[in-house]
T-cell receptor, first 119, second 116 residues
Framework: AQTVTQSQPEMSVQEAETVTLSCTYDTSESDYYLFWYKQPPSRQMILVIRQEAYKQQNATENRFSVNFQKAAKSFSLKISDSQLGDAAMYFCAYRSANAGGTSYGKLTFGQGTILTVHP | EAGVTQSPTHLIKTRGQQATLRCSPISGHTSVYWYQQALGLGLQFLLWYDEGEERNRGNFPPRFSGRQFPNYSSELNVNALELEDSALYLC???????????????FGPGTRLTVL
C-alpha cells in the first residue's frame, strides 16, 4: 500500500514571500500521479497542481510549482509571491496508474499542512 | 457549469441510527468517489463508483455502503452509526473523457455528520 507523509503540520509565510511545503511518499509502483490540493476554511477542496511520474519536468501553475524528485520519492510545493487567499490546509495526494490494482482510482492523502499567510 | 453538490450540509444522528448522504456529480462525469475526513485521521478513501458499479473500496466495515444511480448521482449509507463515524464526508467526481484515470477529482463541499 502507498503512504503519503507531510511532516509539517503548520507553516507560515509573509505576504509576497515564498514558502515550500514538503511531501514524501512511499510506493513500489513506477507509474503514478501526484497532486497538491488546497482546502480553504470553506471546506471545498481545490486542485492546485498535478504531476505525472513519467514526466521529469516539474509542473508549474502560475505562482505554484513543484520539485518532483522521483528517486527520493519527494514532491514539494513552492508558492511564490504568497497572497492572503493562499491561506488554507494543503494536502499532498497520490494516485496509482496501475489499472486493476487495489489502489486504483483512489487518492491517498497526506495529513495536511495548515498554511497561514501574514499581511 | 454546476460543481459537485452534496446534501445535506449537516446531519445529526444518534448511535445505532442510519445515515444517508447524497452526491450529485458534475454533468458528464461518470465516476463518484467518497472520502471520510475525520479529526486526527485525515482523509480516507471510502468508495469509488463508475457507471453504476463499485470499482474500489477502502478499508471500512461493511456498514459503510453506497450505490450509484443511472443519472450517476450517488448515495452513501452508514448503518449502525458509531461515535467515531462523526466526520466530514466528501464526495468527488471525475470523467474518463480524455481516456486517463489521472483526471482531476472535483470535490463537493461535504456533509458534516455528527453522531451523538
Amino acid at each position: 500500500a502507498q503512504t503519503v507523509t507531510q511532516s509539517q503540520p503548520e507553516m507560515s509565510v509573509q505576504e509576497a514571500e515564498t514558502v515550500t511545503l514538503s511531501c514524501t511518499y512511499d510506493t513500489s509502483e513506477s507509474d503514478y500521479y501526484l497532486f497538491w490540493y488546497k482546502q480553504p476554511p470553506s471546506r471545498q477542496m481545490i486542485l492546485v497542481i498535478r504531476q505525472e511520474a513519467y514526466k521529469q519536468q516539474n509542473a508549474t501553475e502560475n505562482r505554484f510549482s513543484v520539485n518532483f524528485q522521483k528517486a527520493a520519492k519527494s514532491f514539494s510545493l513552492k508558492i511564490s509571491d504568497s497572497q492572503l487567499g493562499d491561506a488554507a490546509m494543503y494536502f499532498c495526494a497520490y494516485r496509482s496508474a496501475n489499472a486493476g490494482g487495489t489502489s486504483y482510482g483512489k487518492l491517498t492523502f497526506g495529513q495536511g499542512t495548515i498554511l497561514t499567510v501574514h499581511p | 457549469e454546476a460543481g459537485v453538490t452534496q446534501s445535506p450540509t449537516h446531519l445529526i444522528k444518534t448511535r445505532g441510527q442510519q445515515a444517508t448522504l447524497r452526491c450529485s456529480p458534475i454533468s458528464g462525469h461518470t465516476s463518484v468517489y467518497w472520502y471520510q475526513q475525520a479529526l486526527g485521521l485525515g482523509l480516507q478513501f471510502l468508495l469509488w463508483y463508475d457507471e453504476g458499479e463499485e470499482r474500489n473500496r477502502g478499508n471500512f466495515p461493511p456498514r459503510f455502503s453506497g450505490r450509484q444511480f443511472p443519472n450517476y448521482s450517488s448515495e452513501l449509507n452508514v448503518n449502525a452509526l458509531e461515535l467515531e463515524d462523526s466526520a466530514l464526508y466528501l464526495c468527488a467526481s471525475s470523467s474518463l473523457l480524455s481516456g486517463t484515470w489521472a483526471n482531476e477529482q472535483f470535490f463537493g463541499p461535504g456533509t458534516r455528520l455528527t453522531v451523538l
